[in-house]
């Protein structure tokens, strides 16, 4: 547990190498992607952690809104803990909104961060803005109102996702829901999902970054019906880099855990 401005960080440690930190996307903790991390361990020196809300994690005040820029501001300070060294991060949806606040508001606190199929409102469009900020209250209303279940499936056809349809590589079984985890789904789809419609960062700051940061845009090969493969071309156009394509859908780092795993350090060591 590590003590940050009003929460006690649950995290996890394994491996030797360089530290690389896992930013998780939906509800996940630090459990999440288990699978990928015992590919990644060999490698690197992999942190995962329960972000404020989820879990083991404790915060102060649970009903108190926690905006992206406090999400990041907890990477920062677990980091600081852990290494002198700038560090590697792979950000997962929220996760790679996350590791771009992170970056631009703590100059050399990443050394590289792949932001894969990253949800980042402030890229795109207006009118697409408008659109995916129109299904994020729709989504934050029906959890709201009690119906998460509903909120998933809104969730689910935002990101691309089809249960019926989804491929995973051989020995991948999908993970129950459990009574813990509904309460973490809950969490993310009322706060966090509040805080992703608000956030505004956008590529002056994301430039920014770019100082001391190499950012790796990423998207999923099936994630194309995705709004965030869409913010993963744009973050490309921004940087004016490619876009590097990872295994599986939105959800590549559980689908497909051995594959994502090789893709990952094939990109961070590239």
């Known amino acids: 547990m590590l003590p940050v401005p009003g929460a006690d960080l649950y995290?996890?440690?394994?491996?030797?190498?360089?530290?690389?930190i896992i930013g998780q996307s939906g509800e996940g903790d630090a459990g999440r992607s288990a699978a990928m991390v015992d590919r990644l361990v060999e490698h690197y020196t992999v942190v995962t952690y329960d972000r404020r809300g989820l879990s083991r994690t404790k915060v102060a005040d649970p009903s108190?809104?926690?905006?992206?820029?406090?999400?990041?501001?907890?990477?920062?300070?677990?980091?600081?803990?852990?290494?002198?060294e700038p560090a590697l991060m792979l950000g997962c949806s929220l996760g790679a909104l996350y590791g771009l606040h992170l970056a631009a508001a703590h100059p050399g606190r990443l050394s590289v961060l792949i932001a894969h199929d990253p949800a980042v409102p402030g890229l795109l469009?207006?009118?697409?803005?408008?659109?995916?900020?129109?299904?994020?209250t729709d989504v934050e209303t029906a959890a709201r109102a009690g119906d998460w279940r509903a909120a998933v499936a809104k969730v689910t056809?935002?990101?691309?996702?089809?249960?019926a349809n989804m491929r995973t590589e051989s020995g991948v079984t999908t993970v129950p829901m459990t009574a813990d985890r509904a309460?973490?789904?809950t969490y993310y789809l009322t706060n966090d999902v509040a805080g992703l419609r608000r956030d505004t960062l956008g590529p002056a700051e994301i430039l920014t970054a770019t100082a001391t940061t190499r950012i790796i845009p990423a998207a999923g090969a099936d994630s194309t019906r995705a709004w965030n493969h869409q913010c993963a071309t744009q973050l490309a156009a921004v940087l004016n880099a490619p876009l590097s394509e990872f295994p599986g859908g939105h959800n590549g780092n559980t689908a497909f855990p051995r594959a994502f795993a090789a893709r990952t350090h094939e990109l961070l060591t590239s």
């Open 64 to 84: 108190a809104f926690v905006p992206p820029e406090t999400h990041a501001e907890d990477v920062h300070h677990l980091l600081a803990a852990l290494t002198d």
């Open 11 to 20: 995290y996890e440690v394994r491996g030797t190498g360089p530290v690389l």
């Open 183 to 185: 309460a973490n789904m």
């Open 157 to 163: 056809a935002a990101t691309g996702l089809d249960p």
């Open 125 to 136: 469009p207006p009118a697409d803005r408008a659109r995916i900020e129109r299904t994020l």
